[in-house]
């Protein structure tokens, strides 16, 4: 029997919603006072300030969530992924939990400045954690550390699973985790992309028009936000069969809503495809190191550079094409892979 998508409230991340529950009475007995008040408190009112709730709820995510390492290598990974969820969560539930709904834009602004001077508290471990990553990728980068890939077998394998779907098959003749990878690797959409926000449609043999953009949400292209704009993309499998596979995950509840936060495609999933027991491991080994969603995104990229022929000074600017990425060092991260010789990179 299929596993059918969780419920919002199966998908809580019990941390985040008790801060929230504990910190918007806060705000809104706030929104009344003038920013100076809002921001170091009202003592007679014994209102704590968004200044001093910001400091010590980093002391309380230290505790919650300690990094062992060196004081001089600390990076508080996971603190800095749950600043990102209570931001997140405190804005969510401003809309429907405050008491008064004249205090929602005040509430709102409140919430902003903490979170900001919440971030700068961690912005010393955010800057290691970037350099950390930067180095990273120059050293995965060189000649020496590259990484050679095969994608004919597992070209082969995507187009035999979208086939079949193509012929009628149901949840019980194909593993819908095989179908996922297969338009990942077919079209180098990130996860949420594909089981959310991405809006697809036919426009050529091997290019599909492609809408929902995640990273970046800020960003405008135009005047179109940028999950609102549409990129043209390459695939590596016929545009038509990507399609059906698409439509079909649709069609079987393993999309979501396109309104709903692309948190809940990664906690009801990751597991799924990247745990010990995930299809990834299973049939998805590209690299022994093992496959993730932004591993197929780096796979399906160079597969499209030497599918384009892509002269080596216009390398960014493609890839800003068809990935939508801007960050330069996202771009050449996936420098590190190379196209085997013989590969296949296009059925």
Known sequence: ???????????????????????????????????????????????????????????????????????NEKEYGACLRQITALKKGL?????????????????????????????????????????RYREKVVERSTVDNRVELDLSPFLKYAHSTL?????????????????SCAVALATGRRMAEVHLSGEFRLTGEYELAFKGQLKGKRRKIGLKKL?????TIPTLLSADLVLQGIEWLDANGKRFPRDEDPERVNRTYSKRFNGRDGIVRENWEILPEGMTYHKFRG????????????????????????LGDRDETTIRAYQRFEIKSGSLTKI
């Open 163 to 179: 086939s079949e779907i193509a012929s009628g098959a149901s949840l019980e003749d194909v593993d819908w985790r095989d179908v």
């Open 1 to 71: 029997m299929s596993r059918q998508l969780k419920s919002p409230d199966e998908l809580e991340n019990t941390f985040i919603d008790e801060r929230v529950k504990i910190l918007l009475p806060k705000f809104e007995a706030l929104a009344p006072y003038k920013r100076k008040q809002r921001e170091v408190g009202v003592q007679n009112e014994d209102l704590e300030g968004w200044k001093v709730l910001a400091t010590k709820e980093a002391a309380l995510l230290k505790s919650h969530y300690p990094d062992d390492k060196p004081e």
């Open 299 to 322: 796979a399906y990229f160079r597969a499209c550079v030497v599918n384009a022929l892509v002269d080596p000074l216009d390398y960014l600017n493609f890839a800003r094409s068809i």
């Open 91 to 131: 804005k969510l539930a401003a809309k429907t939990d405050i008491l008064d709904h004249a205090n929602y834009h005040p509430v709102l602004t409140i919430i902003t400045h903490f979170g900001n001077a919440l971030s700068y508290l961690f912005s010393e471990y955010k800057t290691r954690q970037n350099t």
């Open 227 to 231: 999950i609102d704009h549409e990129f």
